[in-house]
């Protein structure tokens, strides 16, 4: 079985750049979430959506940052314009029901310069 | 407000011995708690789970021990491994519909 898939896996841009990281959840989960991972503040949850719903998007630190799931099988992370602080890696994770065991994917490492 | 907490940044055990890991919680909503443990440039890994009807699950050399009163649960790996050595994450969730709330980790080393 596939897990989750994340695309890229490292992205490099310049600041002022447009950035789009992308997710495949599981097949057959109904929940997922985008987290970021820094060395200051750790494992943060930025969104998630049940059923391609967004449910809680208190945790997307500003309006440059914005998520979509269009269907269960695809979501995307948008980062417009990218600043050097937005450097971290981002996970996507799904879980078959909200509030159990996430399955994580390997990530995607972005660097704004 | 951190409603998980990780005490320990790191933890280093000898090969064969046994490493406990740590984790306090403060929400008394939460009735779901996990483990994760994750390596380098990799994500996390759904490691074992208790719910808090049960004070203790066991899956092999993992066993997670959960004590409601004092809102602290723990992971024991009995015997630890060098491959064990990665970052072990906590989390907690109220079941109704909730995410999942993770601790900052706590960096396992095991030496051989």
């Known amino acids: 079985d596939a897990g989750v898939i994340q695309s890229p896996r490292h992205e490099v841009t310049e600041m002022g750049q447009e950035v789009t990281l992308r997710c495949k959840p599981i097949s057959g989960h109904n929940s997922l979430f985008w987290y970021r991972q820094t060395m200051m503040r750790g494992l943060e949850l930025l969104i998630y959506f049940n059923n391609n719903v967004p449910i809680d998007d208190s945790g997307m630190p500003e309006d440059r940052f914005s998520a979509k799931m269009p269907n269960a099988s695809f979501s995307t992370l948008k980062i417009q314009p990218s600043e050097p602080r937005d450097s971290a890696v981002y996970f996507c994770?799904?879980?078959?029901?909200?509030?159990?065991?996430?399955?994580f994917g390997p990530g995607t490492r972005l660097t704004v310069t | 407000d951190q409603q998980v907490k990780q005490n320990s940044p790191s933890l280093s055990v000898q090969e064969g011995r046994i490493s406990i890991l740590n984790c306090d919680y403060t929400?008394?909503?939460?009735?779901?708690f996990l483990w994760y443990k994750k390596y380098p440039a990799e994500g996390p890994t759904f490691l074992i789970s208790i719910s808090s009807i049960k004070d203790k699950n066991e899956d092999g050399r993992f066993t997670v021990f959960l004590n409601k009163s004092a809102k602290h649960l723990s992971l024991h790996i009995v015997p630890s491994q060098p491959g064990d050595s990665a970052v072990y994450f906590c989390?907690?969730?109220?079941?109704?519909?909730?995410?999942?709330?993770f601790g900052a980790g706590t960096i396992l080393r095991v030496k051989s």
């Open positions: 994770a799904s879980s078959f029901v909200l509030g159990y065991e996430q399955y």
């Open positions: 929400n008394s909503m939460f009735d779901y």
């Open positions: 989390a907690a969730s109220a079941i109704k519909g909730n995410k999942l709330v």
